[in-house]
């Protein structure tokens, strides 16, 4: 068992980076940032294409900026900048390829369990995010087409047939990004792109008009086979169609495992928590995408962590 931290928080995107500055800026000091990848912001290096643009008021949500991280708009790369510039703080100290198992309270703050050992703190903060477990189709996908099987743009190459799958944001900014070099075409279950953010719709109406992304839009998939090296997708309306690969864009899941082995309690897929993001449990606080309905607000996530680090610090 290691030393005693005044807080622990797990996760290293923007609500906990927000949480361990501003936390710091209240007072408190022995902070540690526990990461299981092997940089911060793993959801943004992963799921975010290059120069992707990022703004502070996530598909047109305005937020007031409450704590005193500046976030303005940019590209993925200008974000990753700025959170590499605020973890040059000294005082902050961050562990990478650390994956806590789970979290025990205990008589004087907590135990936070992690591979080959734990640490203990007195207050913990959860930030996971909801991507870095990314929801996966109901139907089952044969072994033997699981390579072409992918949840990011990883391993899609050029002068492929590819179909994404999905309709908010993420599934239209693969396509676009795709359909320069590749035949695409995009799935939704529904009949518009209405959730996604008003840029995207424009982007993906005018590949859809200009032929380059043909649109499946009120279309459910009932299943994958493989067939002759390909994967072939069963459609409800009992036709199918062969494609080289698959791109899932269709959210992510809350980790309910890790929650209920720390014994946080969960309703309707989200953790419970008080409108300081305290849990049910005294001292372990929840904040960033975990506790929204659809995640992605960078600036949401940095006001959770300033509410945090001021109640902890009033308290």
Known sequence: MERQYELAIIGAGPAG???AIESYAVGLRNIILLEK????????????KDNKRVDKDWKGQKVELDGTIYF?????????DFFDQLLDHESLELRTHTEVQKIVKTSDGFEVFIAGGSIRAKYVVVTIGRMGKPNKPDYKIPPSIKNQIHYTLDGCGSGEKIMVVGGGDSAI???VELCDRNEVSICYRRGTFRRANPTNQADIDRVVQNGSVRALLNTEITGLESESGKVKVLFS??????????VYAIGGTTPSGFLSSSGIREEGGKPVHDENYQTNIEGLFVAGDITQ???GSIALGLNHGFAIANYIKSH
């Open 173 to 175: 900014e693969y396509a």
């Open 17 to 19: 980076i927000a949480t």
């Open 72 to 80: 303005v708009d940019g590209t993925k790369e200008s974000t990753l």
């Open 293 to 295: 309905e659809s995640g």
């Open 237 to 246: 309306d009992g036709s199918s169609e062969l494609y080289d690969r698959i």
């Open 37 to 48: 990848d092997e940089n911060h912001n793993a959801t943004i290096r992963k799921f975010y």
